[in-house]
């Protein structure tokens, strides 16, 4: 379990410095941005997690994303309930990512980069309406991870996974080598440890079963490989 605790760890101080860093996720930032022609700190960020994503998958979710820590800070509220969906997000997603192409059009592309815009010298908490915006958004996700359950604002509302997603499939499709959960020869038990487990919500067991270990909701953390008593799991890049 070392592993699990070296990301806890580390994605626990990807949290603590959300407060500095969250502008560059912000989906407001981008569209005020675009709708000026300028290439903001955000737009660098979706673009990286997207590349990045051919090569790791959505690892960046369990290893270094501030809003999943939280998520898994809160997870003793629900710790063993998930509600399944993944379309709201792609629901939030296709008109938010349309309006920033549009906005982009109308202003005849973009003129001007600036990474730190909207921040405070590259910090994000500058004002009280920044401060606000984060509070909101840890509010949103503590509701959602009491309604829905375990990471449900990844499962149900980001609107960042799906750049990792869509990196993911291409990855698939490339078949570029990649950090992915490879099923071992050893037998499987069904004791449905993993299941349990899963940050995701995901049925591992039956991923196993029926060998289908690629899923692009799996953020990689490898707990499931972790909590397997029987080492029917492995997390490698291949
Ligand atoms: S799905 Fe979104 S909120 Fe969840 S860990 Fe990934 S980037 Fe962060
Ligand atoms: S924890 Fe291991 S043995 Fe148990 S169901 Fe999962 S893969 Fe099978
Ligand atoms: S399937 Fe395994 S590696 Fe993927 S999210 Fe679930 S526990 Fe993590």
Known sequence: MKRQILRRRISTISFFLFPATFVYFSPYVIVDASAKGIICGSFFMFILLFIGALFFGRAFCSWACGLGAAQE????????????GRIIKWLIWIPWITTIIILAIRHEGYHEINPIYRTNHGFSLGS?????????????????????????????????????????????????PSLKLVKTDSPCINCKKCTKNCLMGLDVENMINTNKMENTECILCGTCADVCNKECIKLKFQ
């Open 128 to 176: 009280i309406y920044t401060a606000i915006a984060y509070m909101c958004v840890l509010f949103v996700l503590l509701i959602a991870q009491f309604m829905v359950g375990k990471r449900s604002y990844c499962r149900h509302i980001c609107w960042i996974a799906p750049f990792m997603i869509l990196g993911r499939k291409l990855q698939n499709l490339l078949k570029t």
């Open 73 to 84: 800070i809160l997870s003793p509220l629900k710790k063993n309930f998930a509600i399944k």
